[in-house]
């Protein structure tokens, strides 16, 4: 993984998850939606300085994945709305208040 993107992302949910290890996940989730190496998509997020955009669709498929990996429901019909949803940061950030 890209350590460098990682570096600011520190605090620790309840379900005593770093934002950092949770990232990780999502990105990992991603890559497995995209059909892509995980490591590729790292490279984009670093080249594209440390975000990258996700479609809705993306976006409920990897809630989905961490829902069930956490086996709590991590998103509300109402926090999908497609201009809270667009990138990696935004997913990350919601989904660290519901953990």
């Known amino acids: ?7 600011t992302y520190g605090s620790v949910t309840a379900a005593g998850v770093t ?3 949770l990232r990780a996940r999502i990105v990992a989730g991603l890559a497995q939606v995209r059909a ?3 490591q590729d998509l790292w490279n984009e997020i670093v080249q594209a300085g440390g975000d990258c955009q996700m479609d809705s669709k993306e976006t ?3 809630i989905s994945i961490l829902e069930h990996e956490f086996d709590r429901e991590l998103a509300k019909v109402e926090d999908l709305e497609p201009e809270q949803m667009t990138t990696l940061s935004a997913v990350t950030n919601l989904i660290m ?3």
């Open 19 to 21: 934002q950092s290890q």
């Open 60 to 62: 409920e498929v990897v």
């Open 1 to 7: 993984m890209a350590d460098n993107v990682h570096q």
């Open 36 to 38: 892509m190496e995980e």
């Open 97 to 99: 208040a519901r953990l």
